[in-house]
């Protein structure tokens, strides 16, 4: 089993910037992917971001340019900062990991940008 485990959400003010971090933890042997997504009440899941075993980077058109993902793989963590936040980047934020043919999520972490 795979644990993931979620930090740095809460609220800004829109401008604002906050740093997201996600560890895995337990059965990980060769993690291929690992991204964020983020889901609002009654929507549907989305990417926010992406960064593959080899570094290739994904981005949401609404983010690009503001925020940036990178992993540490000798942690089994990966980050979100998050700059120059706006309203509409409220949400619950959900870390992904893909390890061979598995997909694990974590339990989501709030983020609100309001003033």
């Known amino acids: 089993q795979v644990q993931l485990v979620e930090s740095g959400g809460g609220l800004v003010q829109p401008g604002g910037s906050l740093r997201l971090s996600c560890a895995a933890s337990?059965?990980?042997?060769?993690?291929?992917?690992m991204g964020w997504y983020r889901q609002a009440p009654g929507k549907q899941r989305e990417l926010v971001a992406a960064?593959?075993?080899?570094?290739?980077?994904n981005y949401a058109d609404s983010v690009k340019g503001r925020f940036t993902i990178s992993r540490n793989d000798a942690k089994n963590t990966v980050y979100l900062q998050m700059n120059s936040l706006k309203p509409e980047d409220t949400d619950v934020y959900y870390c992904?990991?893909?390890?061979?043919?598995?997909?694990?999520w974590g339990q989501g972490t709030q983020v609100t940008v309001s003033s």
């Open positions: 960064i593959t075993r080899g570094g290739s980077t």
């Open positions: 337990g059965s990980i042997f060769s993690i291929y992917a």
């Open positions: 992904n990991i893909v390890q061979g043919s598995s997909n694990y």
